[in-house]
């Protein structure tokens, strides 16, 4: 069974970082690109970051780019989100998923969620 499993939100004031992990387990993760999405209360999901299976290729949404970085470790399966510079605009819940490298169109299963919220 698949299941990925996000941790690492948090409330956090405007300018602070998180770090969010994701653990998979129940599939072959290194054969996997992998991505972060997220979903602003009240609005759609919303594709944030995509990683390659192995090479390390990553994309990012202008949103975020330059501010967010993801990663990938094969030999825990884990992957991360590291969110420096933190906007108000990013107040959402942070999802992990398969697939997605470049956009939501591409993308599986996701995980439960973890929140983030950044506010004064």
């Known amino acids: 069974e698949v299941q990925l499993v996000e941790s690492g939100g948090a409330l956090v004031q405007p300018g602070g970082s998180l770090r969010l992990s994701c653990k998979a387990s129940g599939f072959n993760f290194p054969m996997y690109a992998m991505s972060w999405v997220r979903q602003a209360p009240g609005k759609g999901l919303e594709w944030v970051s995509g990683?390659?299976?192995?090479?390390?290729?990553?994309h990012y949404a202008d949103a975020v780019q330059g501010r967010f970085t993801i990663s990938k470790d094969n030999a825990e399966n884990t992957l991360s989100l590291q969110l420096n510079d933190l906007r108000t605009e990013d107040t959402a819940m942070y999802y992990c998923a398969q697939g997605g490298f470049e956009s939501i169109s591409t993308m599986g299963r996701r995980g439960q969620g973890t929140q983030v919220t950044v506010s004064s």
């Open positions: 990683i390659s299976a192995t090479e390390g290729i990553t």
